[in-house]
Nanobody
Framework: QVQLVESGGGLVQAGGSLRLSCAASGRTFSSYRMGWFRQAPGKEREFVAT????????SYADSVKGRFIISRDKALNTGYLQMNSLKPEDTAVYLCAVKETSMLVTRPEYWNNWGQGTQVTVSS
C-alpha cells in the first residue's frame, strides 16, 4: 500500500499561483505514474495531469495545458503540481494518485491509490 499526503492548497486570487505537493511513502513500484485529479462540488472527479515517475513524460488535461506543470523529485519521493494563471473554475479539491503502470491512464476509476486531497479556492 502506498500512502500519499497532499499539501499546498489554499485561497488565491484569480491570476495567482499555487504549488501543490504530494509526498509518497510505503510500497514502491518498479514502474508507476503519479497523477493529479480534481473534484469540484457536485461534479465528477476529473483528470488534471500525470507524470511517468521514471521517464518523466507528462500529459495534461486541455483545461490546464499551458498553465499547470507537473513534476517530481525522485530523491524525495514527492510529486508537484505548479498551478499558474489560476481561474475561479479551477476551484476544487485536488487529489494525487499513483498507479503501477507505464501506460497513460486518465480515467480516475482506474487509479487505486489516493491521497486525502487539498482544497484550492480561486476568488474572482
Amino acid at each position: 500500500q502506498v500512502q500519499l499526503v497532499e499539501s499546498g492548497g489554499g485561497l488565491v486570487q484569480a491570476g495567482g499561483s499555487l504549488r501543490l505537493s504530494c509526498a509518497a511513502s510505503g510500497r514502491t513500484f518498479s514502474s508507476y505514474r503519479m497523477g493529479w485529479f480534481r473534484q469540484a462540488p457536485g461534479k465528477e472527479r476529473e483528470f488534471v495531469a500525470t507524470i511517468s515517475w521514471n521517464g518523466g513524460s507528462t500529459s495534461y488535461a486541455d483545461s490546464v495545458k499551458g498553465r499547470f506543470i507537473i513534476s517530481r523529485d525522485k530523491a524525495l519521493n514527492t510529486g508537484y503540481l505548479q498551478m499558474n494563471s489560476l481561474k475561479p473554475e479551477d476551484t476544487a479539491v485536488y487529489l494525487c494518485a499513483v498507479k503501477e503502470t507505464s501506460m497513460l491512464v486518465t480515467r480516475p476509476e482506474y487509479w487505486n491509490n489516493w491521497g486525502q486531497g487539498t482544497q484550492v479556492t480561486v476568488s474572482s
